[in-house]
């Protein structure tokens, strides 16, 4: 069982930066394929960024050039650094992380959530 605890979410206004953190309880993260999705009211839950445990990178269209995902296997944390935030980056994001095998349709562990408010 991966246990996944998210921080660093909050309010920013538009342009602004934020990081996300998610540090997970499982020794072997570093065999882990990670990511992060995020969820706004009315919308389908959509995936933003992944890190496979083979080191391949995926970020979403809408996201491209302003976020980075990150991984410290040592520290057994995520990271998703997100600049030039906008107003439509609001939502609900959330840490994830499973064997590759179960991306993106089985994944079974996930963070509590954490909300990015993008004021305008």
């Known amino acids: 069982q991966v246990q996944l605890a998210e921080s660093g979410g909050g309010l920013v206004q538009t342009g602004g930066s934020l990081r996300l953190s998610c540090a997970a309880s499982e020794r072997t993260f570093s065999r882990l394929s990670v990511g992060w999705f995020r969820q706004s009211p009315g919308k389908e839950r959509e995936c933003v960024a992944a890190?496979?445990?083979?080191?391949?990178?995926y970020y979403g269209e809408s996201v491209k050039g302003r976020f980075t995902i990150s991984r410290d296997n040592a520290k057994k944390t995520m990271y998703l650094q997100m600049n030039s935030l906008k107003f439509e980056d609001t939502a609900v994001y959330y840490c994830a992380a499973d064997e590759e095998s179960n991306w993106p349709d089985r994944i079974h562990y996930w963070g509590q959530g954490t909300q990015v408010t993008v004021s305008s």
């Open positions: 890190s496979s445990s083979g080191g391949s990178i």
